[in-house]
């Protein structure tokens, strides 16, 4: 059962554009992680987030956790060729496997 | 941040034959891992989850006989495909839970069945 509903699935953008990703559920999660693959090789946590209303930066991403826990957001600032990658977000019930969306397949073009 | 390990990276069998694929948590203990499959530009599936000294707790749909798991120790859990055939060639994933909750995922295993 797919709990997490990731949208865009793909999205192609040129070098300097800005892009947002959606992660909505009608689930609330104790805890919600976005992740970025790369071909070959295991996903890499880039932020989680717990509190409701919560926003965390790192560097040109803004990550927000909704009110209700029960969806987020990721936004690419100024996007740049390196940030190309498969962006996933995965919630969790308390002590739980992680719940995976369908996965945001990014590329950036010069 | 721990580190989370598996060997092979990369294996090509002949159908029939079995695989075991090891995932290891190097610098922090993991009571729970779990092993996830993934097919080309999708999201990750998780296939079971593995307790150390218990048996593994699989998902709906996946073959408990064919995709083996043992947790013997706290830092190694193994998955083996029993009699692999071209429909089981994927890109296998393990993760290691530590005693804080976070996850942390291994470089994967990409498994090519002839």
């Known amino acids: 059962t797919q709990l997490l509903e990731q949208s865009p699935q793909f999205l192609s953008i040129q070098e300097g554009e800005n892009l947002t990703v959606y992660c909505n559920s009608s689930?609330?999660?104790?805890?919600l992680q976005w992740y970025r693959q790369e071909p070959g090789e295991g996903p890499v946590l880039l932020v989680t987030?717990?509190?409701?209303?919560e926003v965390k930066k790192l560097k040109r991403l803004t990550f927000q956790f909704g009110d209700a826990r029960k969806d987020s957001s990721l936004h690419i600032t100024a996007a740049q060729p390196g940030d190309t990658g498969l962006y996933l977000c995965a919630g969790e019930f308390a002590g739980y496997a992680l719940n995976f969306g369908k996965g945001t397949s990014l590329l950036v073009t010069p | 941040g721990a580190v989370v390990s598996q060997h092979p990276s990369r294996v090509i069998c002949k159908s029939g034959t079995s695989v075991k694929i090891e995932c290891r948590s190097l610098?922090?203990?993991?009571?729970?891992m779990f092993w996830y499959r993934q097919f080309p530009k999708q999201s990750l599936m998780l296939m079971a989850t593995s307790n150390e000294g218990s048996k593994a707790t699989y998902e709906q749909g996946v073959e408990k006989d064919k995709f083996l798991i043992n947790h013997a120790s706290l830092t190694l859990s193994t998955l083996t495909v029993t009699s692999a055939h071209p429909e089981d060639s994927s890109f296998y994933i393990c993760s290691a839970r530590d005693s804080g909750g976070a996850e942390f995922f291994g470089p994967g295993t990409r498994l090519t069945v002839l």
């Open positions: 689930s609330v999660f104790s805890s």
């Open positions: 987030v717990v509190t409701g209303g």
């Open positions: 610098d922090f203990q993991a009571t729970t």
